[in-house]
């Protein structure tokens, strides 16, 4: 099942993303997390924590779920 995540700014970054979904608790953990886990942005492996989402990306996350970036109007 895919959910939304709604974000208020142009982009946000993987590991904010990754934090807002509560898949990690601290900024520190996010490169543990994304070398020890499978993350896929559209489609595609991503190890960086600096990536930059933007409206429309979708970001799955094994054992999470699929998650889809959308900008607040």
Request: no cysteine; proline share 0%.
């Amino acid at each position: 099942m895919e959910k939304r995540v709604t974000i208020t700014t142009e982009t946000i970054t993987l590991g904010q993303l990754l934090k807002l979904i509560q898949a990690v608790g601290t900024g520190g953990a996010v490169k543990w997390f994304l070398q020890t886990n499978e993350v896929l942005v559209n489609g595609e492996r991503e190890n960086r924590r600096g990536r930059k989402l933007k409206n429309g990306d979708i970001v799955e996350v094994k054992g999470l779920g699929t998650f889809i970036v959308t900008r607040a109007e």
